[in-house]
């Protein structure tokens, strides 16, 4: 009884730079640099490869520069991948060689990104309910009363007053922010949601809401979800598997406890033993 | 039900440059359905580690450890994939330690009742019935039921620990010392329930330090470093 993949990848690289023939096998861990030496290029991801299933909740961890939030953009089509394929379910189309158009569709219909920065994934100075709206409008809705329907139901889902559907996050705290593009995120009732870094500079207690709610839609929607994070308590609560990552490679891929408890890569040890 | 065979573990430290511990090597034991096995040995002879690999949260080095799961077969956890390893922690077996590890902010009767909902798909209601009884036998008194057990006492979360791990009647599960702090009645009281598991089909490995506990439920012993297994108990 064996699920099939919502999504998997199949040596995914992104170069920035001209690059040349032997850009990807001068760079990455072994090489301490994911500069080309040839052309001077920068492998921001090498060959990455991976599976999603569903209701699964998939973390990768890395310093800064490791790439791991070129891959979600690769992943969510914000960037467009060098080399590689991606499948959704268990199609043999690799969607990367499809149109924008169809692109688009795929992420409006499938897809949902939480952004670290509320102004990527906002309109800061559009109402909260206009920014849900935008969204479904892309995914086709076109009735504005089920639209403002829908989008009091996941204000109210996320925590925020529906009171304040009118107003622009403009108005909002960080907390809140995450809150609303969380909402817009998960209006289209995607299968695959991708959280970049979405609690990194919220203080304490309003990083603790915010996971504890992802926790809680995680498991009542059973959505796959990709969690990008340098924090490692992050990764322990949400996650059961994760990469990690280094210099645009996968160094070590395990079950979460496993990487946690017993890290084989040296890169992972030192990682873990660095934890406050 | 499982099989160990010839089971190593080895810490490679890179950070340490390169230090090589062997925690243990050649450990080869195995138990039938409803067979409950005692682990002991000094403190450092590898006794949870055994039980880390075996649940998969360390990787084994060499050998083998083959479980019939009811939904894979025969499969052996040393080397399955990732994802069938989830499946089975999800389904089949259990693993609970010495230290309650759970997720902050969440009441201590959720945290017992959350395997019966996500494990058994039993609804909330009946799981939080059911959660509310056992920790009612383990003596927690009802008013704790919603506070959350970080700040509960020692043998508090220990027995909340407990009341999550059995509750849900795994096929297999691993026991990391989790009467270590109780005193005589919290463990009278365990000892009921891991028999009343092992009487359902629960085959268990455990390492304990109580006497009482090794004596009344186990059947065999697995001595470490001696690595013979002896039959005791009964």
Sequence with gaps: ?276 | MLRVENLSKTFNIHILDNKVINAFCDVSFHLKRGEFLGLSGPSGSGKSTILKCIYRAYLSSGGNIWFDSAEYGKLNIATAPNHAILNIRRREVGYVSQFLKVIPRVPAIDIVAEPLVTKSRLSLDKARTRAGELLERLDIPPYLFDAYPCSFSGGEQQRVNIARAVIWTPRLLLLDEPTASLDKDSIAVVTDLLKELKYEGTTMIGIFHDRIIIDSVTDKKYEMNQGVTVHAAQ
């Design chain 1, 1 to 276: 009884m064996m699920s099939l993949p919502v999504m998997k990848a199949e040596g995914l690289t992104k170069i920035y730079g001209i690059g040349c023939p032997v850009c990807r096998e001068s760079t990455g861990p072994g090489y301490e640099t994911n500069i080309c030496r040839e052309c001077g290029a920068v492998v921001a991801c090498g060959d990455i490869s991976f599976e999603l299933y569903p209701d699964e909740v998939l973390g990768i961890v890395g310093e800064s520069g490791s790439g791991k939030s070129t891959l979600v953009k690769l992943l969510y089509f914000d960037s467009e991948a060098t080399h590689g394929a991606i499948y959704i379910n268990d199609s043999a189309d690799n969607v990367l060689s499809l149109s924008p158009f169809q692109k688009r569709r795929i992420r409006n219909s499938r897809m949902g990104m939480v952004y670290q920065n509320p102004h990527y994934g906002l309109r800061m100075e559009v109402t909260s309910g206009g920014n849900i709206s935008e969204r479904l409008i892309m995914a086709g809705w076109r009735n504005i009363a089920a639209m403002r329907a829908r989008a009091s139901y996941l204000l109210r889902k996320t925590e925020i007053p529906v009171l304040r559907i009118d107003e622009p996050p403009a108005n909002f705290s960080g907390g809140e922010q995450q809150r609303v593009q969380i909402s817009k995120a998960l209006s289209n009732n995607p299968s695959i949601l991708f959280l970049d870094e979405v609690t990194t500079g919220l203080d304490l207690s309003v990083q603790a809401r915010v996971l504890d709610l992802i926790r809680a839609l995680q498991s009542n929607l059973h959505l796959s979800v990709i969690v990008v994070s340098h924090d490692l308590g992050v990764i322990r609560l949400l996650t059961t598997r994760t990469m990690v990552m280094k210099y645009g490679r996968v160094v070590e891929s395990g079950l979460t406890d496993q990487i946690l408890e017993d890290p084989q890569h040296h890169y992972t040890q030192l990682l873990v033993s660095s934890q406050l």
